[in-house]
């Protein structure tokens, strides 16, 4: 059965979910989007993914359509529509259509779609085995250039470091910035875990502020860890007792080999193992409830 896409205020047959060829978000990338979590019925940190989506159109002043309280029943609506427990929920804002050239001041009518679909899960095998990753030669966008903290539809840049990666067989590209320092992966935050201590940049060297990344933090600390935002060079992930890549998809991911170079014992870390269990309780405890008739409501 083919999916229900919200398109504008309705809801619609995936087949007839189709927005203009001169969609601005389609000609030029000018848009804003988010990628969420369904677990068991509940929309995992909604309020803030959807800060992030309001805080990412307002960078580039694009004007959402709905109230964030209206954001989030179109959400809901979509996820009830089909009939969904858990998945992966998309909304996108675009400036929507225009002419031909690329002034926004042209585009009156910003487009809003959410997709809310099935997950395909990772392998299980990536978890117990870890993740090989590559550093790429092409850099973080720079800050004060298009600043990755922006989820912006412009998102050639993470897709030319994932190229890298394939190239090379690397699951995820690791992505320095101009100076050098890593900054993150094409679709994943970085951390590294050092003697009791779980370390990830901070978002201004060039990094989205991931959603699982902040969870990681607070669970950390929660664990009794130091957990804390620092400059990180290639030599400090070379010689972490662990690392790790965090993401809405991917959640936490034990990364064993980064450039070659086998991290700790080569094999996942107690440490990423226990704040990946810690993770995937949190998703079972938090959440907004999508079916009201939930028992614990
Ligand atoms: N960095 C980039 C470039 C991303 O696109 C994403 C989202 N997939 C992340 C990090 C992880 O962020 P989140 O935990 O909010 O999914």
Redesign the pocket.
């Known amino acids: 059965m083919g999916l229900l896409i919200y398109l504008n205020g309705r809801l619609v047959p995936e087949e007839e979910a189709k927005i203009s060829v001169f969609d601005h978000g389609l000609l030029y990338g000018d848009g804003v989007f988010e990628?969420i979590r369904l677990y068991s019925g509940r929309v995992f940190r909604l309020t803030q993914?959807l800060q992030?989506l309001y805080e990412s159109a307002a960078s580039i002043r694009l004007r959402v359509p709905l109230t964030p309280a209206q954001f989030e029943q179109a959400i809901l609506d979509t996820v009830r529509a089909n009939q969904l427990q858990d998945g992966y929920i998309r909304p996108v804002v675009t400036r929507g259509p225009g002419d031909l050239g690329l002034d926004p001041a042209k585009c009156g009518n910003p487009t809003v779609f959410i997709i809310a679909s099935r997950i395909q899960l990772y392998p299980e095998a990536w978890y117990e085995q870890g993740l090989k990753i590559q550093t790429v030669s092409t850099r973080k966008n720079a800050v004060d250039s298009l600043n990755?903290r922006l989820?912006s539809l412009n998102?050639l840049n993470?897709i030319l470091a994932k190229l890298e990666a394939n190239e090379a067989g690397a699951a995820e590209a690791l992505m320095l910035n101009h100076a050098g320092q890593v900054a993150?992966?094409?679709?994943?935050?970085i951390f590294i875990v050092r003697a009791r201590s779980v370390l990830t940049p901070p978002v201004w060297v060039g990094?989205?502020?991931?959603?699982?990344?902040?969870?990681v933090l607070e669970l950390a600390a929660r664990a009794g860890f130091t957990a804390a935002e620092t400059i990180l060079t290639q030599h400090d992930l070379y010689t972490a007792d662990e690392v790790f890549m965090?993401?809405?998809?991917?959640e936490i991911v034990p990364v064993v080999n980064v450039d070659g170079r086998p991290i700790g014992q080569g094999k996942p870390g107690p440490i990423t193992m226990q704040l990946r269990q810690a993770f995937r309780e949190l998703t079972t405890q938090e959440g907004t409830p999508v079916y009201t008739q939930q028992a614990d409501e």
């Open positions: 990628g993914h992030r990755p989820k998102y993470n993150e992966c094409s679709a994943d935050n990094a989205l502020g991931g959603i699982t990344r902040q969870v965090t993401g809405t998809a991917a």
